[in-house]
């Protein structure tokens, strides 16, 4: 999503936080294997995952960040939006950046989302994750 143009009115629609125990993750990942990760992450989350020399603290913030992003859209995560609907990704810089899919994108024309401002943060034993969701508003509001 872009950010808003001059002129244009946005407000913001929600802000979600969220934080996840690297551990937790580790054990459920050693637990549940495939089958959890191929229902939470896309293929290209776990791709980046996977890379790295501690992947369950990448899992965990990336867990992270899509609770923060599905707490800041009002709904969580369940029958609206999906774990799938969030996906995250690194973007050029370094920051961590989402999509949008299938209900979540839905949603997100819905209610004018303008963009989805995220921040992710690591240390040894927690992943931090916040998401602060503008919207455009209507003119009459």
């Not at 294997?33 to 899992?59: D, M, N, V």
């Not at 899509?66 to 800041?72: D, G, H, I, L």
């Not at 299938?102 to 024309?109: G, L, P």
Request: hydrophobic share 45%; charged share 25%.
């Amino acid at each position: 999503m872009n950010r808003a143009s001059q002129g244009s009115r946005q407000a913001i629609l929600g802000v979600g936080v969220d934080m996840v125990e690297n551990d937790r993750m580790r054990s459920a990942i050693q637990r549940w294997g495939a089958a959890l990760l191929s229902r939470l992450f896309t293929p290209a989350e776990i791709s980046y995952c996977e890379k790295q020399a501690a992947p369950w603290r990448h899992y965990a913030g990336r867990f992270a960040l899509k609770e923060a992003v599905a707490k800041a859209f009002g709904t969580g995560i369940g029958a609206n939006i999906r774990w799938k609907d969030i996906e995250v990704f690194r973007k050029p810089s370094g920051a961590p950046g989402i999509r949008l899919h299938a209900n979540a994108s839905a949603h997100a024309r819905r209610h004018r989302i303008r963009e989805v401002l995220v921040s992710l943060a690591h240390t040894h034993h927690y992943a931090l994750a916040q998401a602060v969701i503008i919207r455009d508003m209507a003119e009459d509001e």
